[in-house]
């Protein structure tokens, strides 16, 4: 089952290949994205080095990227490369084919739960998905974070709302990353315990997303530690600036002495 079926790949595509027959001048792999068909891999686009035979490089049954570089549309004959395959492509498209490969297996089990045929659920549930968060993997993570309310304004069913939301936050994992640093804060007045304890309460009341969870906590008096935990360093960079300029505005209020240590990633 696939999503967007296309006899076709373009030109400089990468492609996610299967190899078939492994032959003296060439090998038949078979193009796992564009159902069975079958393109051809020159042994001089097998390695950036010379190579007697294929069967050094690659073996039967094994899946390997590679690079479309020749197309006859009216004979459909594709010649694929895998030395023209850069590592940072390589990996970017192994990391897209998991993905592709893990919505579609989330979306046949929201189709079994409906009841209705997997195909069908792709070229409408799916379509619905894609049009607005542009794969349906980025679809199922931004309810997996968000909840519902991430597809609340497209035109499903409550039913179907309901089973994405929990199949998409029973398979996909989330992963949340961390700042933090400590901070001191030092008064010269007789009032400090008061002002530090402001300056506290104003950080952990610091405008941001949602996402963002914020913990202070005493390390032992002046030190204070402060941790961030979000989707993205983004946000956390953010927030933590504005918790900054907070406590700048309190030092000057309170006339406090202030530092802030980062903590190293």
Do not use: C
């Not at 595509?13 to 068909?37: C, P, S």
């Amino acid at each position: 089952m696939s999503f967007e079926e296309r006899d076709l790949p373009e030109k400089g595509e990468l492609v996610i290949g299967t190899v078939k027959e492994i032959h003296e001048h060439g090998a038949y792999i078979t193009l796992d994205e564009y159902d069975g068909l079958v393109a051809y891999l020159p042994r001089t686009e097998a390695s950036t080095k010379w190579v007697r035979s294929i069967r050094e490089v690659l073996k039967e049954g094994q899946k390997a990227v590679f690079k479309v570089v020749r197309i006859n549309r009216r004979k459909k004959h594709v010649d694929i490369s895998l030395k023209r395959v850069l590592e940072v492509e390589r990996r970017r498209k192994l990391l897209e084919w998991k993905k592709l490969q893990k919505s579609l297996k989330i979306m046949e089990i929201v189709a079994s739960r409906l009841g209705k045929d997997p195909r069908e659920v792709l070229s409408t549930i799916g379509r619905k998905l894609t049009s607005k968060f542009g794969t349906i993997y980025a679809a199922l993570e931004e309810v997996a974070r968000k909840g519902r309310e991430a597809i609340e304004d497209l035109e499903l069913t409550d039913e179907e709302k309901k089973v994405i939301e929990e199949e998409a936050k029973r398979h996909i994992e989330i992963k949340r990353v961390k700042i933090s640093g400590t901070l001191y804060l030092l008064s010269i007045k007789g009032d400090g315990v008061k002002a530090i304890k402001e300056t506290l309460t104003s950080l952990g009341n610091v405008k941001k997303p949602e996402e963002v969870k914020i913990r202070i906590y005493t390390i032992g008096a002046p030190r204070y530690k402060i941790e961030l935990s979000g989707l993205n360093y983004k946000d956390l960079e953010k927030t933590l600036a504005n918790m900054l300029k907070i406590v700048g505005s309190k030092a000057k209020q309170y006339e406090l002495r202030t530092k802030f240590v980062r903590d190293r990633r």
